[in-house]
């Protein structure tokens, strides 16, 4: 699958998968086979980065 490019649009599209679908940043990326580093750079620009503890871009 591909992630839309609009960083809010994938925001929505990657918090919706964490709390549906997936345990973990790792698990999303390795199915979906994207980058981890690509993903959370591309998240920070728009000031949001990943917690861990709640499984979601914050």
Do not use: A
Not at 16 to 29: K, V
Not at 32 to 40: A, H, K, M, P, V
């Amino acid at each position: 699958m591909n992630l839309p490019k609009d960083p809010v649009m994938r925001l929505s599209v990657v918090n919706t998968y964490l709390r549906d679908h997936y345990g973990s940043l790792e698990e999303l990326c390795k199915s979906l086979s994207i980058s981890q580093e690509e993903l959370i750079s591309s998240l920070e620009t728009i000031d949001y980065h990943y917690s861990p503890q709640t499984n979601q871009f914050l």
